[in-house]
Nanobody, 122 residues
Framework: QVQLVESGGDLVQPGGSLRLSCAAS????????VGWFRQAPGKEREGVGC????????FYADSVKARFTISRDKNKDVAFLQMNSLKPEDTAVYYC???????????????WGQGTQVTVSS
């Protein structure tokens, strides 16, 4: 069964950091580009960023640029979303997704995880 599982969501204070993980079962995550998305209550899902399967290039939404970093550990076949300087407006359910292509205009979205909750609040 092809599946993605996110983990690492938590309650964190403004200005804090959190690292989310994305692991795959049923396929090799390293063969695909990985995208991260989020959906806040009452809002549409938005792309956060992605990492390319081809050369590891990363692309980010303007709202998270310089605060969030996407990386991957190909040995452990896991992708990460490191989030620093978190703000209350970063509160959302965060999803990872995979696909072939990652670019500034397109984040991979063929296979989705179930999401993990990130809450930024004092």
């Amino acid at each position: 069964q092809v599946q993605l599982v996110e983990s690492g969501g938590d309650l964190v204070q403004p200005g804090g950091s959190l690292r989310l993980s994305c692991a795959a079962s049923g396929f090799t995550l390293g063969s695909y580009s990985v995208g991260w998305f989020r959906q806040a209550p009452g809002k549409e899902r938005e792309g956060v960023g992605c990492i390319s399967r081809r050369d590891g290039s990363t692309f980010y939404a303007d709202s998270v640029k310089a605060r969030f970093t996407i990386s991957r550990d190909k040995n452990k076949d896991v992708a990460f979303l490191q989030m620093n300087s978190l703000k209350p407006e970063d509160t959302a359910v965060y999803y990872c997704a995979t696909g072939l292509y990652c670019s500034g205009g397109h984040y991979p979205s063929d296979v989705w995880g179930q999401g993990t909750q990130v809450t930024v609040s004092s």
